[in-house]
């Protein structure tokens, strides 16, 4: 069996594999796609053989699909989940939800310079329903069984979650991301690419490795990469004042305080030494009543606290 096979052409780019094992007769083997090299040349040789990483590929992968399915959600997720759904979805550290009363609230609109509106719409239950950005974002949050299940973006269904006792996970077209509940924190726990390419690739699970830890009293998530140590602390996990998140990355860190100040005001600072921040919300009954901000940037002193208007909106 004669095979003729020319690398010789500068114009063309070649890559790939070639394997031969010798023989005359025998074909040989080529492809331009290198996953899963070591199943075909063993096929080729009479052999069975499982490369490392496909093997943590199939796990990876039946992982994922575990994820992807809601048994029980412990009686602790639900109480959490405004501040969780600000966070990790919305993006926002705005409000503190954590020391707030929702009840009989139907929304909270907030214009940071008098122009610009954030609005947080809730339901009966004091359950976030409903994020709009005066600029250009709408997020509608649809409940199933008292939980969030998915989330709609202008329009558009663009977020899943899923509930496994302590765990949430959120899936969106790009990744799943696991989270699990400590005391009243929520902490990542695990991050897999699921686009197609990804799976063609064989390698959905990122750089990443998440590990929860106590540490001197402290809650902690080590989320450090091969090339990046990075970990966050915090001094409790009940929301118990005052708390204090120590965050580093890299050679960098920066630390958020949340305290009541000498005015009896709840104040977040939020410091690093290019520029920190301060948020100060005075709390009647757990109703905001005022909430100022100011910045500063490096060694200087804050500015002075620019007001941020509240206006609540309530069920009749």
């Excluded at 639900?78 to 707030?100: A, V």
Aim: hydrophobic content about 30%.
């Amino acid at each position: 069996m004669k095979q003729n096979l020319s690398l010789l052409n500068r114009q063309e780019r070649h890559e790939g594999y070639l394997y031969w094992n010798g023989k005359p007769d025998s074909r040989i083997i080529q492809g331009t796609k290198m996953a899963m090299l070591t199943e075909k040349i063993a096929k080729a040789l009479g052999a069975t053989k499982t490369s490392s990483y496909y093997a943590s590929f199939k796990k990876d992968s039946l992982t994922v699909e575990k994820l992807m399915q809601t048994t029980r959600a412990d009686e602790t997720i639900q109480p959490n989940m405004n501040g969780f759904l600000q966070k990790e979805i919305l993006g926002e550290y705005i409000l503190p939800f954590q020391f707030m009363d929702l009840k009989n609230v139907s929304s909270i609109t907030l214009k940071p310079n008098g122009k610009e509106e954030l609005t947080f719409k809730f339901n009966k239950s004091g359950q976030l329903v409903e994020y709009i950005d005066g600029k250009d974002e709408h997020q509608i949050i649809t409940y199933k069984d008292n939980l969030p299940l998915n989330i709609s973006r202008d329009g558009k269904l663009k977020i899943h979650l899923f509930y496994q006792g302590n765990v949430v996970s959120v899936k969106d077209d790009y990744s799943l991301e696991s989270y699990e509940l400590i005391g009243k924190l929520f902490l990542e726990s695990a991050r897999y690419s699921i686009e197609k390419s990804d799976y063609e690739e064989l390698k959905i699970k990122g750089e990443r490795e998440y590990k929860i830890f106590q540490r001197n009293g402290q809650t902690c998530l080590d989320y450090s990469s091969e090339d990046k140590a990075a970990s966050i602390c915090y001094s409790n996990n009940q929301w118990i004042l005052p708390i204090t998140m120590t965050e580093t990355y890299g050679g960098d860190s920066q630390t958020k305080t949340l305290s009541i100040n000498a005015a009896g005001a709840l104040e977040v600072e939020n410091a690093n030494k290019y520029k920190s921040s301060k948020m100060i919300y005075k709390l009647e009954n757990g109703i905001i009543k005022t909430f100022h901000s100011t910045q500063k940037r490096g060694e200087n002193e804050y500015a002075e606290p620019k007001a941020i208007q509240v206006i609540y909106t309530f069920f009749k």
